[in-house]
């Protein structure tokens, strides 16, 4: 076993974890616009585009997103192209959809890129894996949950937050790597 791969599993010790996460209190957690935590970079989940796509996401937040560094990750281009592939091309509103989507990726900064290298990729392997056997993730589960832990090691190496609606993933997440921020929001 490489050393680089035995220092993963030292430092986040999935051995030791037994049993399943609860979620955390809202009031445990850090949330856009609470003025507890003001990252200076963050990395967007997935529900930020979708929610920005739908006029969802909450104004007070657009000001905090203007003074912060916004990053990006090839893991949410990925599940934004998926859904392109996914809608009904026979539906009248498909093409609308996938252009807005193709505009919203095309207007993220190349140089604000994050691409997960092998570090980030076992890291996330290890955060999915413990997660999907104490939560008793399905095989869709385990999936989507990889993809999270992919921004989630991936913000937490680059000292970036993970900014995200998705409050269950990323707070056991959160509880499984105390060392990685996220910055929660609400719809």
């Known amino acids: 076993m490489s050393s680089e791969f035995q220092a993963t599993l030292r430092r986040l010790k999935p051995h030791k974890h037994r049993d399943a996460f609860k979620p955390r209190p809202e009031s445990d957690l850090d949330f856009l616009g609470s003025g507890q935590y003001r990252p200076a970079k963050l990395l967007y989940d997935t529900t930020v585009y979708v929610d920005i796509l739908q006029d969802r996401f909450p104004q007070d937040g657009e000001r905090t997103l203007r003074a912060t560094e916004a990053w990006h990750s090839p893991v949410t281009e990925a599940e934004l192209a998926a859904a392109c592939g996914m809608l009904d ?3 009248s509103g498909t ?4 252009e807005k989507i193709q505009r919203i990726i095309e207007q993220r900064s190349t140089f604000r890129v994050i691409i997960p290298d092998p570090e980030i ?4 392997g290890i955060l999915s894996g413990v997660l999907a056997r104490l939560q008793g993730y399905g095989k869709d589960q385990r999936r ?3 993809n ?9 190496k680059h000292g970036c937050a993970v900014l995200t609606r ?3 993933d990323f707070d056991f997440l959160q509880q499984l790597d105390p060392s990685g921020r996220v910055l929660f929001y609400k719809s």
């Open 148 to 156: 999270d832990a992919l921004l989630f090691a991936t913000a937490r």
């Open 95 to 98: 093409r609308q959809i996938v």
């Open 166 to 168: 998705n409050r269950t």
């Open 121 to 124: 990729w076992r890291e996330a």
């Open 89 to 91: 091309p026979t539906h």
């Open 144 to 146: 989507r949950m990889l």
